[in-house]
């Protein structure tokens, strides 16, 4: 079992960066697709990237494409989310999320059918 914990959540202003770190315990982290998903007030939960557990594969919304870059470190069980050129619309909790079998998450992208989740981080971009 994967349990992911976020953190680097906060606010910055339009074109900003920051940086989310996932932190996964458990010894099924490096052969689980891991990914981030984010949710605005009044929205549902939205793919954002996912990487397959090698770190070979990685995919992206088309909103963050070419702004957002998904890594991971399996030697310390943590997955990255670097996000630079941050818009208003990117404003929301962002969750990580682990999938062992990978296609829930990478091909379906579908938080309806994960089971593993974190806690959330918030993310507020002001203009």
């Known amino acids: 079992q994967v349990q992911p914990v976020e953190s680097g959540g906060g606010s910055v202003q339009v074109g900003g960066s920051l940086r989310l770190s996932c932190v996964a315990s458990?010894?099924?982290?490096?052969?689980?697709?891991m990914g981030w998903f984010r949710q605005a007030p009044g929205n549902e939960r939205d793919f954002v990237a996912g990487?397959?557990?090698?770190?070979?594969?990685?995919y992206y919304a088309d909103s963050v494409k070419g702004r957002f870059t998904i890594s991971r470190d399996n030697a310390k069980n943590t997955v990255y989310l670097q996000m630079n050129n941050l818009k208003p619309e990117d404003t929301a909790v962002y969750f990580c999320?682990?999938?062992?079998?990978?296609?829930?998450?990478?091909?379906?992208?579908?938080?309806?059918?994960?089971?593993?989740w974190g806690q959330g981080t918030l993310v507020t971009v002001s203009s």
């Open positions: 999320a682990a999938d062992p079998d990978g296609r829930n998450l990478l091909v379906k992208r579908s938080a309806r059918l994960l089971e593993l």
């Open positions: 990487i397959t557990w090698s770190g070979g594969n990685t």
């Open positions: 458990g010894r099924a982290f490096s052969s689980s697709a």
